[in-house]
């Protein structure tokens, strides 16, 4: 079994196979990626990564209960991990709303299908939401509230350009408590 080439000859399927994974997917060994993989290893091995991804996880949870608290349907009924993915159906939202009016809103999240959804994948009826960024700024679990509590005033108003950019400015006096770097 296979295909044949343009000359008419026969390539067998496990040929076929073998292209689609080397030098396809696979490739070669490359010493930046093998360095790139052993520096990453050797921090998920720290007590400092094991710290950072314990609060990843406590903050995804904050996140998840906080936007089932104010009437939004979490997909799962919660989290165990760093994703949250939220179905806005109950709000009368897409995810392509959310995700528009939260980019105005300086928030960044992705419109994502959800479970039996009716929309097209390019407007979706939930928004997906993660917890490592906001991690690694520092931010804890009560920050987290304050993050949804701002998500919901902007999906209040999603079509309201002057509502969203009051928001914004919540949100980055926020943010700026929790820089990217120090100077």
Do not use: C, W
């Amino acid at each position: 079994m296979g295909i044949k080439t343009q000359k008419g000859e026969l390539r067998k399927i496990s040929s076929l196979l073998d292209s689609g994974v080397f030098p396809g997917t696979q490739g070669g060994p490359l010493e930046h990626v093998i360095a790139a993989k052993a520096i990453a290893f050797g921090e998920a091995l720290s007590d400092d990564y094991l710290h950072y991804i314990v609060q990843v996880a406590k903050n995804s949870k904050a996140m998840a209960e906080a936007f089932m608290e104010r009437g939004y349907k979490v997909i799962s009924g919660g989290t165990d991990n760093h994703l949250n993915l939220i179905d806005l159906r109950s709000k009368k939202l897409t995810g392509k709303q959310a995700e528009e009016a939260l980019i105005q809103a300086d928030i960044t999240i992705n419109k994502n299908m959800v479970p039996f959804d009716t929309q097209s994948p390019m407007v979706t009826s939930g928004m997906r939401l993660g917890t490592p960024a906001m991690t690694t700024r520092g931010i804890k679990e009560k920050d987290v509230v304050k993050i949804v509590d701002l998500i919901d005033e902007a999906l209040q108003k999603p079509d309201n350009g002057k509502h969203l950019k009051a928001v914004r400015k919540k949100v980055n006096k926020l943010v700026s408590k929790f820089p990217l770097y120090e100077d």
